[in-house]
């Protein structure tokens, strides 16, 4: 679909459950599920925004401290990382290239969605 004029693609985790980051224990419960915007590089001109389903899930592990997590996806989500890791190098080499505003108009040409402008200027 396109939101805005840019792609907007729809993505859930369907994997088996994760692991507990903290324990390492895999999960067997289902918390809760929640929408996460990734965004992408840019394709065909057009700002790109994976909207991913993922599922938290609860550590059932009483000797864990943690007591849910989020499920991660290869290749598209890190914990802890809001930028997208696709558009990470090549927002960085943008940056280092042309810097500021230069850097930011270059990227919004190339189709780079609001969400991912505002992860290159969170770095
Ligand atoms: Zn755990």
């Known amino acids: 679909m396109t939101v ?31 929408w996460r915007q990734i965004p992408e590089l840019p394709a065909g001109g057009r700002g790109l925004t994976v909207r991913l389903h993922v599922r938290r899930f609860f550590c059932d592990q009483s000797q864990c401290q943690r007591r849910t997590f ?15 890791l696709a558009a990470r190098s090549v927002m960085r ?10 850097g930011s108009d270059c990227a919004r040409s190339c189709g780079f969605t609001a969400d991912g402008l505002r992860c290159w200027r969170n770095w």
């Open 4 to 34: 805005d004029g840019n792609l907007v693609v729809d993505a859930a985790g369907c994997g088996p459950p994760g692991r507990c980051p903290q324990c390492k224990h895999p999960a067997i419960r289902v918390h809760s599920r929640y």
């Open 70 to 84: 989020v499920e991660q996806v290869a290749g598209l989500t890190e914990p802890r990382r809001r930028s997208p």
């Open 93 to 102: 080499a943008v940056a280092t290239e042309l810097g500021g505003r230069p």
